[in-house]
Nanobody, 127 residues
Framework: QVQLVESGGGLVQAGDSLRVSCAAS????????VGWFRQAPGKERDLVAS????????YYADSVKGRFTISKDNAKNTVYLQMNSLKPEDTAVYSC????????????????????WGKGTQVTVTS
């Protein structure tokens, strides 16, 4: 089992950058593929980005492609989401989720496949 704790959210202006982190404790994080999700009030939870357990493969939603970067540091048991050129529509609670994977290069893009998740961190972007 793995426990996930997100941090780094905050209030920023449109065009600013922000990096959120997902710290894991428990079993070896290097065995887990990870995804970053976001949910705005009244909207569904959406997958923003995902990364394979070895960090070599990534996926991005079209809405963030070219602006967000996901990375994984297995030595620090942490996954990051670097968010640049933020827009008001990026405002949401961002949470990370993890699932163990046999293959080191598999990315998981189906939300229901994830087994563990954190409580999330609020990101608010003002215009």
């Amino acid at each position: 089992q793995v426990q996930l704790v997100e941090s780094g959210g905050g209030l920023v202006q449109a065009g600013d950058s922000l990096r959120v982190s997902c710290a894991a404790s428990g079993r070896t994080f290097s065995l887990y593929a990870v995804g970053w999700f976001r949910q705005a009030p009244g909207k569904e939870r959406d997958l923003v980005a995902s990364i394979s357990r070895n960090g070599g493969q990534t996926y991005y939603a079209d809405s963030v492609k070219g602006r967000f970067t996901i990375s994984k540091d297995n030595a620090k048991n942490t996954v990051y989401l670097q968010m640049n050129s933020l827009k008001p529509e990026d405002t949401a609670v961002y949470s990370c989720e993890a699932v163990p994977q046999f293959s080191p290069s598999t990315i998981v893009t189906t939300p229901r496949e994830y087994d563990y998740w954190g409580k999330g961190t609020q990101v608010t972007v003002t215009s």
